[in-house]
């Protein structure tokens, strides 16, 4: 713990740091709203009791940002500043919000508050003129945001044209896009029916579902959309009520459930009402917005630096119960990956009895500083798994005992790796250690992998007897060998040798997937399959070279090449080849070879997506690295490049190449299949050239 409040402001920072990292880019949170914000408010009361500690980089001064989360999507800058809301958990806070609200407008009390429910999905923003569809962005760090129209266009309750009278000429209106519960449950479902990590909750599977590469999955993901927010330059509404009921008469979907108060024990009943009537919705929801209604009161009130001073959102409770921390297990997944779970007293929470919890990792139990012996605050929420989010110190006794995490694999002893950006530890020993072994032979024979007649139970029984160590020693057994096994008789025997002679017409892209490189998903392994066409390419690509694949980062590429260049590896690769598994495909053939043997990086703003300008790269025989190097062949730059790529080409003395330059390198542009209404996609521009900013923002 810190000892002064300057090391306690830039440990608060490092962490919401890190959460909102976390939380934005790889949804994959591990800490709870409450605790968010209980860290963010005390960092926000240090800093303003001490201003001279106070910076422009701080957590309080920005937004979380999913900006770089994903690759493939442009960048394009919010005509509007895309902001966040304050974050209140008593009606008490609600009441100094419609206080100060009272004193900003200097004493008027004539004025209403629109009350909403707060949908838990990822913020939208989508652009409509003369009716139509033409841009949908993330909130991205409120400045700017992902282009995510070609995704948005498949969510059904998004309308691409609107109906009705009076549309504005052009307009923005906000939302969020959420996933509701029966989409959730199924999608999940299948994720751990191909042994891939599900979601933690909705929020983050709309989210990871939203930033998809392939366009043509959105549609399978159930997503759902609720907008909230008009923006119009010449607003002909009074009220925020007024212009959301006039969205829905265009076919906009704006959601029912709100309600105009005149005071704060109206307000007061909203919040009280939903507090229990949202466990009956089929979607998810962790709040109340309250909003002043008027909008030219709104003006009057303005914003803060992060935070407009006419909406506050409530925040209701996760369920969390009281309990006793027995003892931690330390499980050992598929890829080595340590997770610590605590071992509770039995209490019941949200309907269930719950004897089990996540503690994530090493850095979440020095967060909470949880021993064993102490008595534990648990959630469900939206989780899966149960999580600790607090110890009660007011029961701590002198005999709890401090955690001591495990600095070597708790099943085979190999001592534990962390890398530097990882919140895991790993057990190295991927061919030595029994549970990534048993884990990893599991994972190959499941439906979206192999599909072989396999059970956990089988695989513990070839595992202990010696039969099987490896998916390749599978393909060795023989019916005399399954038959020595108990309870299996000649029929199971058949059909698992029947199951494994069918597993060699399984495309190498599930193959791939079956292999179980750490981080490899199926979607993953389909990119990789399409890009390379063979095992053999794969092995023999650089990082850089898999890095230049769609979907693929550098965790992702080091994570292959290591799996690639393991001589344990290796071999099992050459034994599934004797055995006669596809490890190769149809490739897709170039258009020309005329860029061959090149590197191009794309940087910035283009007259098509980035996505396609890589298309036509590789159609021509060349690579898509993500990131310029020495042996990068040109730098394509659009508007707005990154001035970090543009740096390191200077100092590589790598060429840069405008778009039309681009071009006539290939022999002229390529005809480009657009959606509706791509022609109208890139960001209005003012005579500068730059997305136009006014000083009018709203979140």
């Given at each position: 713990?810190?000892?002064?409040?300057?090391?306690?402001?830039?440990?608060?920072?490092?962490?919401?740091?890190?959460?909102?990292?976390?939380?934005?880019?790889?949804?994959?949170?591990?800490?709870?709203?409450?605790?968010?914000d209980s860290l963010l408010?005390?960092?926000?009361?240090?800093?303003?009791?001490?201003?001279e500690l106070v910076s422009?980089?701080?957590?309080?001064?920005?937004?979380?940002?999913?900006?770089?989360?994903?690759?493939?999507?442009?960048?394009?800058?919010?005509?509007?500043?895309?902001?966040?809301?304050?974050?209140?958990?008593?009606?008490?806070?609600?009441?100094?919000?419609?206080?100060?609200?009272?004193?900003?407008?200097?004493?008027?009390?004539?004025?209403?508050?629109?009350?909403?429910?707060?949908?838990?999905?990822?913020?939208?923003?989508?652009?409509?003129?003369?009716?139509?569809?033409?841009?949908?962005?993330?909130?991205?760090?409120?400045?700017?945001?992902?282009?995510?129209?070609?995704?948005?266009?498949?969510?059904?309750?998004?309308?691409?044209?609107?109906?009705?009278?009076?549309?504005?000429?052009?307009?923005?209106?906000?939302?969020?896009?959420?996933?509701?519960?029966?989409?959730?449950?199924?999608?999940?479902?299948?994720?751990?029916?191909?042994?891939?990590?599900?979601?933690?909750?909705?929020?983050?599977?709309?989210?990871?579902?939203?930033?998809?590469?392939?366009?043509?999955?959105?549609?399978?993901?159930?997503?759902?959309?609720?907008?909230?927010?008009?923006?119009?330059?010449?607003?002909?509404?009074?009220?925020?009520?007024?212009?959301?009921?006039?969205?829905?008469?265009?076919?906009?979907?704006?959601?029912?459930?709100?309600?105009?108060?005149?005071?704060?024990?109206?307000?007061?009943?909203?919040?009280?009402?939903?507090?229990?009537?949202?466990?009956?919705?089929?979607?998810?929801?962790?709040?109340?917005?309250?909003?002043?209604?008027?909008?030219?009161?709104?003006?009057?009130?303005?914003?803060?630096?992060?935070?407009?001073?006419?909406?506050?959102?409530?925040?209701?409770?996760?369920?969390?119960?009281?309990?006793?921390?027995?003892?931690?297990?330390?499980?050992?997944?598929?890829?080595?990956?340590?997770?610590?779970?605590?071992?509770?007293?039995?209490?019941?929470?949200?309907?269930?009895?719950?004897?089990?919890?996540?503690?994530?990792?090493?850095?979440?139990?020095?967060?909470?500083?949880?021993?064993?012996?102490?008595?534990?605050?648990?959630?469900?929420?939206?989780?899966?798994?149960?999580?600790?989010?607090?110890?009660?110190?007011?029961?701590?006794?002198?005999?709890?005992?401090?955690?001591?995490?495990?600095?070597?694999?708790?099943?085979?002893?190999?001592?534990?790796?962390?890398?530097?950006?990882?919140?895991?530890?790993?057990?190295?020993?991927?061919?030595?250690?029994?549970?990534?072994?048993?884990?990893?032979?599991?994972?190959?024979?499941?439906?979206?992998?192999?599909?072989?007649?396999?059970?956990?139970?089988?695989?513990?029984?070839?595992?202990?007897?010696?039969?099987?160590?490896?998916?390749?020693?599978?393909?060795?057994?023989?019916?005399?060998?399954?038959?020595?096994?108990?309870?299996?008789?000649?029929?199971?025997?058949?059909?698992?040798?029947?199951?494994?002679?069918?597993?060699?017409?399984?495309?190498?892209?599930?193959?791939?997937?079956?292999?179980?490189?750490?981080?490899?998903?199926?979607?993953?392994?389909?990119?990789?399959?399409?890009?390379?066409?063979?095992?053999?390419?794969?092995?023999?690509?650089?990082?850089?070279?898999?890095?230049?694949?769609?979907?693929?980062?550098?965790?992702?590429?080091?994570?292959?090449?290591?799996?690639?260049?393991?001589?344990?590896?290796?071999?099992?690769?050459?034994?599934?080849?004797?055995?006669?598994?596809?490890?190769?495909?149809?490739?897709?053939?170039?258009?020309?070879?005329?860029?061959?043997?090149?590197?191009?990086?794309?940087?910035?703003?283009?007259?098509?997506?980035?996505?396609?300008?890589?298309?036509?790269?590789?159609?021509?025989?060349?690579?898509?690295?993500?990131?310029?190097?020495?042996?990068?062949?040109?730098?394509?730059?659009?508007?707005?490049?990154?001035?970090?790529?543009?740096?390191?080409?200077q100092e590589c003395n790598?060429?840069?190449?405008?778009?039309?330059?681009?071009?006539?390198?290939?022999?002229?542009?390529?005809?480009?299949?657009?959606?509706?209404?791509?022609?109208?996609?890139?960001?209005?521009?003012?005579?500068?050239?730059?997305?136009?900013?006014?000083?009018?923002?709203?979140?």
């Amino acid at each position: 713990m810190a000892n002064t409040v300057e090391e306690r402001i830039k440990e608060l920072r490092k962490v919401i740091e890190k959460a909102n990292e976390e939380y934005y880019k790889n949804n994959a949170p591990s800490l709870s709203d409450y605790e968010f914000d209980s860290l963010l408010n005390e960092l926000i009361s240090l800093e303003t009791a001490h201003p001279e500690l106070v910076s422009e980089d701080s957590p309080t001064r920005h937004v979380g940002s999913d900006l770089g989360s994903t690759k493939g999507f442009r960048q394009v800058s919010h005509r509007y500043a895309m902001l966040s809301l304050g974050n209140t958990y008593s009606i008490g806070e609600v009441g100094d919000f419609v206080q100060r609200a009272v004193r900003g407008l200097e004493g008027k009390t004539d004025f209403t508050f629109s009350c909403e429910l707060k949908f838990d999905g990822t913020a939208i923003c989508l652009t409509y003129r003369r009716g139509t569809l033409i841009r949908a962005l993330t909130r991205g760090d409120g400045l700017a945001g992902d282009d995510v129209t070609r995704n948005v266009i498949h969510i059904p309750s998004i309308p691409k044209v609107l109906t009705g009278e009076n549309i504005p000429e052009e307009f923005e209106i906000r939302g969020e896009i959420y996933m509701p519960y029966a989409s959730f449950d199924r999608l999940n479902s299948e994720k751990i029916e191909a042994d891939e990590q599900p979601f933690a909750n909705p929020r983050n599977a709309a989210s990871g579902s939203l930033k998809l590469q392939d366009s043509s999955l959105i549609a399978t993901r159930g997503l759902e959309c609720t907008l909230y927010h008009f923006i119009c330059e010449n607003n002909p509404f009074k009220t925020h009520t007024d212009a959301l009921d006039a969205c829905i008469g265009w076919g906009l979907p704006v959601s029912g459930h709100r309600k105009v108060c005149r005071d704060i024990k109206e307000i007061d009943d909203y919040i009280d009402y939903w507090d229990t009537e949202r466990k009956k919705l089929s979607f998810p929801t962790d709040g109340v917005v309250i909003k002043v209604n008027e909008l030219d009161y709104q003006k009057e009130l303005g914003f803060t630096a992060k935070s407009p001073r006419w909406a506050v959102a409530y925040k209701f409770q996760a369920e969390r119960a009281l309990t006793k921390l027995l003892s931690v297990d330390y499980q050992v997944g598929r890829t080595g990956a340590i997770t610590p779970v605590a071992n509770l007293e039995k209490v019941l929470l949200s309907g269930t009895f719950v004897k089990r919890a996540s503690m994530h990792n090493e850095d979440q139990i020095r967060l909470h500083d949880i021993h064993i012996g102490d008595y534990v605050y648990i959630e469900k929420g939206g989780e899966i798994i149960p999580k600790i989010t607090g110890v009660e110190l007011s029961k701590r006794t002198p005999d709890v005992e401090y955690i001591v995490y495990p600095t070597h694999c708790p099943i085979c002893g190999a001592e534990l790796v962390r890398d530097e950006d990882e919140a895991k530890s790993f057990c190295p020993n991927s061919f030595g250690c029994s549970e990534q072994i048993r884990s990893r032979m599991f994972h190959f024979t499941t439906r979206k992998a192999m599909n072989i007649l396999a059970g956990e139970a089988t695989i513990n029984q070839f595992y202990e007897k010696g039969l099987a160590r490896t998916p390749a020693d599978f393909y060795d057994l023989t019916l005399q060998q399954l038959l020595t096994l108990d309870s299996w008789k000649e029929k199971s025997a058949k059909n698992f040798i029947a199951s494994l002679k069918k597993s060699l017409q399984v495309p190498f892209d599930r193959v791939l997937f079956a292999l179980g490189i750490r981080y490899v998903g199926a979607q993953t392994a389909k990119s990789l399959a399409q890009h390379f066409g063979n095992i053999d390419a794969i092995m023999a690509a650089s990082v850089e070279e898999l890095e230049a694949v769609g979907d693929i980062g550098k965790v992702i590429a080091q994570s292959v090449h290591e799996a690639m260049h393991n001589e344990d590896f290796k071999n099992e690769i050459e034994r599934l080849r004797k055995a006669g598994l596809q490890l190769s495909m149809e490739k897709k053939t170039a258009r020309s070879n005329i860029l061959e043997g090149k590197a191009i990086v794309v940087s910035g703003v283009f007259s098509i997506s980035r996505d396609q300008l890589k298309e036509i790269i590789t159609d021509n025989g060349g690579t898509t690295p993500s990131s310029v190097s020495k042996k990068t062949t040109y730098l394509l730059t659009g508007e707005n490049p990154g001035p970090e790529k543009v740096r390191k080409a200077q100092e590589c003395n790598v060429p840069l190449l405008s778009e039309d330059e681009f071009y006539e390198l290939i022999g002229g542009k390529p005809e480009i299949t657009s959606i509706e209404g791509a022609k109208s996609l890139s960001a209005d521009r003012n005579e500068s050239g730059k997305d136009e900013i006014t000083d009018l923002t709203l979140f």
